[in-house]
């Protein structure tokens, strides 16, 4: 007799969005990769985007704003592609992603407003290659279902340096997996057209195996109600279609639908509570829905949905976040190239909007775990507790408890350490005490220090300072150079063009360069390395491939005609060169390294080797001179950073364990030449910063932190005056940003700049270059394929009108030589002269006339809360009193001389 029951949701009706509630500037791309694309919590709403070859992740608000719109924000999460995603169900700020970059992270997002946190709150490495799947238990707090190539693994993040357990291999890609909904079983599909059901408690092998998945193109597996799987595929025609299958007996299925002929995936999503299926086909603009039964018929079609947009994913919003008072049963969030279309799925009912139908809406599953991960490895299997949705009855959200200590937990998973960050909501959680000091002090030990470069902001200038139509360009320079080169008049880039060919742009003349051939410098070998000598614009010095140091004159007002005879060759090394760099302070000073294993000084005006540096065991990565330009620090592939006092000894005068990495490095010196920074790679190829004493080198790295794993070396410019240092890498779309301190925490990350397309090369330009009015702190020219574009990193300030001198301290003039190479040769030092970059017409803020001092009242029940009740009677008694007047006092009228009685009229 159930084939004759009235279904509650048979008249559910899809509704899309008006056009001012959708989620904009999306930017979705085109990813090969088994997962939906799109994921929602009740709060937020993440999604792959194309920038950073997908590596970076959307996110939105699930719930429009006040006006309606929604904010869209980046994360930037892998290096390669983030291949799936979800949401705890426990948390809503909770995201797990794995990708192609074989790791696994959790991240703690933060509301749109505030800022991203840049580093993983957790990251696995289940060492299987490429990472496809990532799923939250539905039951217990911390478990994970990761699937990789041909498996699939069970992780406690809480707790574990492996996984819980690896299941049995499949027999070819794993294509998708599920849980049972109340956590007891694991489901897959795999391209070798099997389905396997595991309990991953029990044993490692398969608990039921089925061999009836009609085609090895893509499939879905989801469970519905009860002991029903649900799989997406397609059969033997390539039809789209959906079979319900009892998952103790998978012999043949209970029952299938067919949704015609289409190559794009059908991607299934199940509601427990209404009973509804959803099916949408990436590549198509229909949805279908269904309701799923126990008993004939199992499928029953309850609407089609067509859209104006093709899907790129789709993502079911979960129950908490629904309008139950429009009987909105089910909400659909459909990914497209450039937008997110919200598609609600309501019943019809008389009265919608005013009462609760609360036979549309059972008692859901709750937010709180029903156990942890260690119960249910041990055999629990409690369920989560089940919560109205009738607005009423839903329970009051606990304010979360203040964290304590900002300090950072190191989590060995994987037989790898990483970092938990701080939890974004510490800054909401916090209850600051009546004490202002007693507030301030208390929220400085919560955030632990801060910077006045915190907030830095990275900003590209108009379009009419960029250089564009560049074409040519050469993408396949050294790690050891910077991919290009500026002074303040000019730029230098490498073209893919036989003989080493360099392109010169004049900066005052920006625009659109013509189609017609230019005129170049004819290096006439390969490119290795490049350098503007830092004291004439005009000269550039070229390492080559054929182990020769080729120096240019570039004439006054730029190349007009190609050049091909440089005005000094230099040679000395016997093999191929690294990297060039010019002294600091001593004009006509170079520093070269080479595939010879050695680090040599050359003298410009004498075309003259003057110093062979050795004691490096292998490739020189990186050179760098201190502020004082009296020593060399170098990194090199043997592990060792290195400082050499040139002048008296060519062997290094100290030596010390650098980064374990192989893959490149890059050193600065900072703070006042005291430390040395190092960007490069640890053991497992994550990009880190090591900072290490220049006094003691022995010891190895007083502090480093990570960044993220990328294949291009992190360049690092280092501003003395700001003690700031911006780093990114050939290929980035990130910029990284920290202020460096010579103390405990040494780094202290400052918000980052992210780029439309990734960048081949950020170099920057002598401070004077900044607008101070602006509060620039730095100005550099960002290189991509086609363009040079000028970027601005600017600090955030409000009384702009005053010269901000806690920001700019005199700088120094390193664009003018301190002394001669010859006399730095013979033993002579002196320094760069300073000049104020403060306008004549600008007063600095420290003298900035003072505003009258505003009386800040605290709130009246901080004064009311110590006092009795009868203290509170007396004290709205007396200002009663006061605003009405002392009855004591002589009415004003009293005070008045009156008529005489006689004086009347009669």
């Known amino acids: 007799m159930n084939r004759f029951k009235t279904s509650k949701f048979k008249n559910t009706t899809p509704k899309i969005a008006k056009k001012d509630e959708w989620i904009n500037n999306v930017h979705a791309g085109s990813f090969a990769s088994q997962g939906n694309h799109i994921k929602a919590s009740s709060k937020l709403v993440a999604f792959n985007t194309e920038q950073a070859g997908g590596g970076m992740l959307g996110l939105s608000s699930v719930q429009p704003g006040s006006d309606g719109q929604r904010a869209v924000t980046q994360i930037s999460c892998h290096s390669d592609l983030v291949t799936d995603m979800d949401f705890s169900p426990f948390d809503d700020s909770l995201l797990a992603t794995c990708s192609v970059d074989e790791t696994v992270k959790l991240w703690r997002l933060c509301d749109l407003a505030q800022e991203q946190s840049s580093s993983p709150e957790l990251t696995l490495r289940p060492g299987q290659g490429r990472l496809e799947l990532v799923l939250f238990h539905p039951t217990s707090s911390g478990l994970l279902a990761v699937g990789t190539t041909k498996s699939a693994q069970i992780w ?75 799989t997406t595929g397609f059969d033997t025609v390539r039809n ?83 309008d139950v008072m429009s009987c909105e049963v089910v909400r659909v969030l459909q990914l497209t190239d450039s937008c997110i279309l919200p598609i609600s799925y309501q019943v019809p009912r008389k009265n919608s909007g005013h009462e609760f139908h609360d036979d549309l809406y059972p008692d859901t599953v709750g937010t709180t775990p029903a156990m942890s991960a260690e119960e249910w490895w041990k055999g629990g299997n409690k369920q989560v507790e089940r919560i109205s949705l009738h607005p009423d009855k839903r329970p009051k959200q606990k304010a979360a408890p ?27 959680s916090f209850v600051p005490s009546p004490s202002p000091s007693q507030t301030a002090k208390a929220f400085q030990n919560l955030m632990g220090p801060t910077s006045k470069f915190r907030h830095i902001q990275g900003t590209v200038m108009h379009r009419d300072t960029h250089i564009t139509n560049i074409r040519g360009l050469n993408l396949t320079t050294p790690g050891e150079c910077d991919g290009f080169c500026v002074n303040r008049q000019r730029v230098a880039v490498p073209l893919a063009i036989s003989g080493g060919q360099i392109a010169v742009f004049e900066r005052s003349q920006p625009g659109k360069l013509p189609d017609t051939a230019l005129p170049t410098i004819q290096n006439s070998v390969n490119v290795a390395d490049f350098a503007w000598d830092p004291f004439d614009t005009h ?193 980035d779309t990130r910029v990284y940003i920290y202020e460096i301190v010579p103390e405990d925490p040494y780094f202290i990350e400052c918000s ?45 300030r409000v009384k702009k009108e005053f ?34 970059l403060k306008p ?44 009405l007047g002392n009855m004591d006092d002589p009415l004003p009228q009293e005070s008045y001389e009156g008529v005489d009685e006689d004086e009347w009229d009669d």
């Open 156 to 230: 406690d993040t809480n707790c574990q340096e492996a996984p819980l357990a690896v299941l049995e291999q499949h027999g070819d890609q794993v294509q998708s997996l599920g849980w049972k909904l109340d956590g007891s079983l694991l489901a897959s599909s795999c391209k070798d057209k099997m389905i396997r059901v595991f309990d991953p408690r029990a044993q490692l092998a398969p608990v039921q195996v089925s061999l009836h998945l009609q085609s090895n193109k893509d499939s879905r597996i989801l469970w519905t109600k009860d002991d029903l799987l649900l």
């Open 240 to 322: 789209r279609e959906a079979r319900l299958w009892d998952s103790r007996k998978l012999t043949s299925s209970l029952g299938s639908v067919s949704l015609g002929t289409s190559s794009g995936t059908l991607i299934p999503l199940f509601d427990e509570d209404t009973g509804l299926l959803l099916l949408a086909g990436m590549g198509n603009t229909g949805i279908d829905c269904f309701e799923v039964s126990s008993s004939e018929p199992f499928l029953s079609q309850v609407s089609h949905c067509l859209t104006d947009t093709s899907t790129k994913g789709v993502a079911l919003v979960p129950k908490l976040a629904l």
């Open 402 to 428: 203040a964290k304590q200590t900002p300090a950072k937990k190191e989590v060995a998973s994987g037989g790898s350490k990483e970092v938990r960050s701080r939890d974004c909501s510490t800054s909401s």
């Open 539 to 731: 000269r550039l010095a070229v390492a080559g491939d054929d182990a020769k140091i080729r120096v240019w004159q570039v004439p006054e007002g730029g190349l007009k005609e190609t050049l091909t005879e440089p005005k000094i060759i230099m040679q000395g090394h016997t093999e191929k060169i690294y990297s060039i760099t010019f002294h600091p302070l001593a004009s006509g000073l170079l520093v070269s390294s080479s595939y010879d294993l050695t680090v040599r000084l050359w003298n410009l005006e004498t075309g003259k080797q003057v110093k062979v540096l050795d004691g490096h065991q292998d490739q020189v990565f990186g050179m760098a001179w201190s502020p004082d330009g009296k020593l060399l620090a170098t990194v090199c592939k043997d592990g060792k950073v290195r400082i050499y006092d040139p002048r008296k000894s060519t062997s290094p005068v100290q030596e010390g364990p650098g980064p374990e990495g192989h893959r490149g490095a890059r050193v600065v010196w900072v703070c006042d030449g005291k430390y040395l920074l190092v960007s490069g790679f640890d053991s497992r190829s994550e990009r880190g910063l090591y900072l290490y004493s220049a006094s003691s080198l022995s010891s190895g790295a007083v502090s480093s932190v990570p960044v993220n794993v990328s294949p291009s070396t992190l360049i690092p410019y280092y501003d003395p005056d700001t003690s700031v240092v911006i780093l990114t890498g050939k290929g």
């Open 752 to 796: 980052s700049f992210n780029s439309p397309e990734p960048h081949k090369g950020l170099a920057f330009l002598p401070k004077t270059e900044c607008n101070v009015r602006d509060v620039e702190v730095a100005v550099g020219l960002m290189l991509t394929k086609t363009t040079i574009e000028p970027v601005a990193f600017k600090v955030p």
């Open 803 to 836: 010269f901000q001198d806690d920001v700019y301290s005199d700088t120094a003039v390193w664009w003018e030589p301190a002394l001669t190479g010859s006399a730095w040769l013979s033993g002579s030092n002196d320094q760069h002269k300073k000049i104020s």
């Open 840 to 883: 004549k017409d600008m007063t600095p803020v420290s003298e900035a006339p003072k505003e009258a001092p505003v009386r800040k009242y605290l709130p009246s029940s901080v004064y009311l809360e110590e006092k009795t009740d009868e203290q509170k009677k007396d004290e709205l008694l007396n200002a009663m009193v006061a605003k």
